[in-house]
C-alpha cells in the first residue's frame, strides 16, 4: 500500500462552475486497482457513500458524496497502445489533455472530441460528453473496453464480447455502476482537418441546417441572443498542408476575443443587464471569418476560461430548427437579458443505454450564463422548450428532470436502473442526484 493511498485527508470539494459544494468525510487517492478495491470494502464496513470525481467540470452534483470522494490523481497515464487493433488503453483519471498531447506524439488522435479537454477520462465519459459529429459521435461510443470496479470491489471487464449488458450501460454510467479504472479507445492514425469559422445570419443557418449538417463532417454553430447573428464552424477531414492559426492571430481570436474581452464583456452584463444587447450585437460582428487547418485536438478543442453555468438538451434532430426558434421567440418576447451565445451541435444514433443520443440522430441546445448571474427563470424557459421536444438533458449540466421523466425519453432507461439493482443493491455509489434522475 503506497504512502500517498494510506493518508487520507477531509477537505471541501467544490467543481469547476461554485454550483455544487460537497464535504466528504474522506478523501481517497488509489494508486491502483487493488487499492481502489480496498478503499471500497473499508468503505462498505464503514457504512459510507462513495464516489469517484474527475475535474469537476459537471455542473450538476453527480460526484457529490459526504462519505467517501475517490480522487483518480495517481490512476493515470496510458497502459497500453495496440496498433493492431488500434485501440488505447487509458487510465480512468487521466485528463484528457494530456491523453490528446500523449496520443498525438505516437502519431494517433481521437476520432471526435468535445471543445473543452480538462475533463480526466472516466469523468467525460460517465456523463456523455461529445462534440458535433455527422458520423463520429461521443467520446463514450469510442470505447471498446473498460475495466468496472463494484461496490463488492469485484473487478470486472466490459466489452462488446465480455460482461455486455453492462458494457453498454457503463460507457455512459453516471457512476452509479461502479468504479471506472480504465478505459480502451479507439484511435485512428493522426489526420488533419481544415476548420472553415464563418458569421452567418440566423435565418440562413436556420433554413439550411439539414443541408450544413450533411454537407460537413462535424458542424456547430452560436447563436447571439438579441441578435440576428450566428457564428458557424465546420471542421472537415484534409489532405494538408498543416496551416495552423497565426500565433498574433489566435491569440487575438481564442484569447483576447473568446476569453479575456468576453470576460470584461460578462462581468459589465452581469453589473449592468441593460447594456448586454448592445454587448451581443458588438460580440456578433467582433470574431471574423478564419480559415485553418492543424491535428484534430487543435481544432476541436479551445481554452475556456470564462467560467459559467449550462443547461443543454439533446433533441431529435429533426426537431431543432423548431427548438431553436422556440427559443429564440421566448428571449425576444421575454425580459431576458442573456450575455452568452446559445451553442448547437449534432450527433449520429448510437447504441448506449441512457446516452442523450441513444436510438437517434440528436441535435444538442446549449444555454450559458456567467457564473453569478441568476439563471432559473431563463433556464426553466428553456427546459420548458426543450421538454416539449422530447428533449434529454446531458447528465452532467443543469436540469430538473427525474426519474419519471428519463423513463419516457429513454426506452431502455429501465435495462439501466435493473442492472444498477443487481450491481449496487445497497447503493454504495448513490447520492441526492441519483436518487432524484435514478430513482431509490
Given at each position: 500500500?503506497?504512502?500517498?493511498?494510506?493518508?487520507?485527508?477531509?477537505?471541501?470539494?467544490?467543481?469547476?462552475?461554485?454550483?455544487?459544494?460537497?464535504?466528504?468525510?474522506?478523501?481517497?487517492?488509489?494508486?491502483?486497482?487493488?487499492?481502489?478495491?480496498?478503499?471500497?470494502?473499508?468503505a462498505g464496513a464503514d457504512?459510507?457513500?462513495?464516489?469517484?470525481?474527475?475535474?469537476?467540470?459537471?455542473?450538476?452534483?453527480?460526484?457529490?458524496?459526504?462519505?467517501?470522494?475517490?480522487?483518480?490523481?495517481?490512476?493515470?497515464?496510458?497502459?497500453?497502445?495496440?496498433?493492431?487493433?488500434?485501440t488505447v488503453t487509458v487510465?480512468?483519471?487521466?485528463?484528457?489533455?494530456?491523453?490528446?498531447?500523449?496520443?498525438?506524439?505516437?502519431?494517433?488522435?481521437?476520432?471526435?472530441?468535445?471543445?473543452?479537454?480538462?475533463?480526466?477520462?472516466?469523468?467525460?465519459?460517465?456523463?456523455?460528453?461529445?462534440?458535433?459529429?455527422?458520423?463520429?459521435?461521443?467520446?463514450?461510443?469510442?470505447?471498446?473496453?473498460?475495466?468496472?470496479?463494484?461496490?463488492?470491489?469485484?473487478?470486472?471487464?466490459?466489452?462488446?464480447?465480455?460482461?455486455?449488458?453492462?458494457?453498454?450501460?457503463?460507457?455512459?454510467?453516471?457512476?452509479?455502476?461502479?468504479?471506472?479504472?480504465?478505459?480502451?479507445?479507439?484511435?485512428?492514425?493522426?489526420?488533419?482537418?481544415?476548420?472553415?469559422?464563418?458569421?452567418?445570419?440566423?435565418?440562413?443557418?436556420?433554413?439550411?441546417?439539414?443541408?450544413?449538417?450533411?454537407?460537413?463532417?462535424?458542424?456547430?454553430?452560436?447563436?447571439?441572443?438579441?441578435?440576428?447573428?450566428?457564428?458557424?464552424?465546420?471542421?472537415?477531414?484534409?489532405?494538408?498542408?498543416?496551416?495552423?492559426?497565426?500565433?498574433?492571430?489566435?491569440?487575438v481570436d481564442d484569447e483576447?476575443?473568446?476569453?479575456?474581452?468576453?470576460?470584461?464583456?460578462?462581468?459589465?452584463?452581469?453589473?449592468?443587464?441593460?447594456?448586454?444587447?448592445?454587448?451581443?450585437?458588438?460580440?456578433?460582428?467582433?470574431?471574423?471569418?478564419?480559415?485553418?487547418?492543424?491535428?484534430?485536438?487543435?481544432?476541436?478543442?479551445?481554452?475556456?476560461?470564462?467560467?459559467?453555468?449550462?443547461?443543454?438538451?439533446?433533441?431529435?434532430?429533426?426537431?431543432?430548427?423548431?427548438?431553436?426558434?422556440?427559443?429564440?421567440?421566448?428571449?425576444?418576447?421575454?425580459?431576458?437579458?442573456?450575455?452568452?451565445?446559445?451553442?448547437?451541435?449534432?450527433?449520429?444514433?448510437?447504441?448506449?443505454?441512457?446516452?442523450?443520443?441513444?436510438?437517434?440522430?440528436?441535435?444538442?441546445?446549449?444555454?450559458?450564463?456567467?457564473?453569478?448571474?441568476?439563471?432559473?427563470?431563463?433556464?426553466?424557459?428553456?427546459?420548458?422548450?426543450?421538454?416539449?421536444?422530447?428533449?434529454?438533458?446531458?447528465?452532467?449540466?443543469?436540469?430538473?428532470?427525474?426519474?419519471?421523466?428519463?423513463?419516457?425519453?429513454?426506452?431502455?432507461?429501465?435495462?439501466?436502473?435493473?442492472?444498477?439493482?443487481?450491481?449496487?443493491?445497497?447503493?454504495?455509489?448513490?447520492?441526492?442526484?441519483?436518487?432524484?434522475?435514478?430513482?431509490?
Open positions: 500500500m503506497s504512502d500517498t493511498y494510506a493518508r487520507t485527508r477531509t477537505s471541501t470539494w467544490h467543481n469547476w462552475a461554485g454550483t455544487v459544494t460537497a464535504r466528504p468525510a474522506r478523501t481517497e487517492p488509489p494508486a491502483s486497482v487493488d487499492e481502489l478495491a480496498d478503499v471500497l470494502r473499508r457504512g459510507l457513500k462513495v464516489k469517484p470525481v474527475g475535474s469537476g467540470h459537471s455542473f450538476t452534483a453527480a460526484a457529490a458524496t459526504d462519505g467517501v470522494l475517490i480522487r483518480p490523481d495517481l490512476l493515470t497515464g496510458i497502459r497500453d497502445i495496440d496498433r493492431e487493433a488500434m487510465e480512468a483519471g487521466t485528463p484528457l489533455k494530456r491523453l490528446n498531447t500523449a496520443l498525438a506524439r505516437e502519431g494517433l488522435s481521437l476520432t471526435n472530441m468535445g471543445d473543452i479537454m480538462e475533463q480526466t477520462v472516466a469523468g467525460a465519459t460517465s456523463t456523455g460528453t461529445h462534440g458535433t459529429g455527422r458520423d463520429s459521435a461521443s467520446i463514450s461510443a469510442q470505447i471498446r473496453a473498460l475495466e468496472l470496479v463494484t461496490a463488492d470491489g469485484t473487478v470486472l471487464v466490459c466489452s462488446a464480447e465480455q460482461n455486455p449488458e453492462i458494457f453498454a450501460a457503463a460507457r455512459i454510467g453516471l457512476g452509479a455502476l461502479g468504479v471506472i479504472t480504465a478505459v480502451t479507445l479507439a484511435v485512428e492514425p493522426i489526420f488533419l482537418l481544415t476548420a472553415r469559422e464563418e458569421p452567418m445570419s440566423f435565418d440562413r443557418v436556420a433554413s439550411d441546417f439539414d443541408e450544413l449538417v450533411a454537407e460537413n463532417e462535424h458542424f456547430e454553430f452560436y447563436w447571439f441572443p438579441h441578435t440576428g447573428n450566428c457564428n458557424t464552424k465546420r471542421n472537415n477531414r484534409s489532405a494538408g498542408p498543416a496551416a495552423p492559426p497565426g500565433k498574433v492571430s489566435a491569440w483576447l476575443l473568446s476569453n479575456g474581452v468576453f470576460q470584461v464583456a460578462c462581468a459589465l452584463g452581469r453589473a449592468v443587464p441593460a447594456t448586454i444587447p448592445s454587448i451581443a450585437r458588438l460580440s456578433s460582428r467582433a470574431l471574423s471569418a478564419r480559415t485553418y487547418t492543424d491535428i484534430p485536438y487543435k481544432v476541436f478543442t479551445s481554452p475556456r476560461r470564462v467560467r459559467f453555468v449550462e443547461m443543454e438538451y439533446a433533441v431529435p434532430r429533426e426537431h431543432a430548427v423548431a427548438a431553436l426558434r422556440e427559443l429564440k421567440a421566448m428571449v425576444e418576447r421575454s425580459p431576458l437579458k442573456i450575455s452568452f451565445p446559445v451553442e448547437v451541435r449534432t450527433a449520429p444514433a448510437d447504441d448506449m443505454t441512457l446516452s442523450t443520443a441513444s436510438g437517434r440522430d440528436s441535435a444538442y441546445i446549449a444555454v450559458h450564463l456567467y457564473r453569478g448571474t441568476p439563471h432559473r427563470s431563463y433556464f426553466t424557459a428553456v427546459e420548458r422548450i426543450m421538454t416539449a421536444h422530447a428533449g434529454r438533458p446531458h447528465w452532467g449540466k443543469i436540469h430538473t428532470r427525474d426519474a419519471a421523466y428519463f423513463s419516457e425519453v429513454y426506452p431502455r432507461f429501465g435495462e439501466f436502473t435493473a442492472l444498477r439493482d443487481r450491481l449496487d443493491p445497497d447503493r454504495m455509489f448513490g447520492n441526492d442526484y441519483l436518487r432524484r434522475v435514478l430513482g431509490d
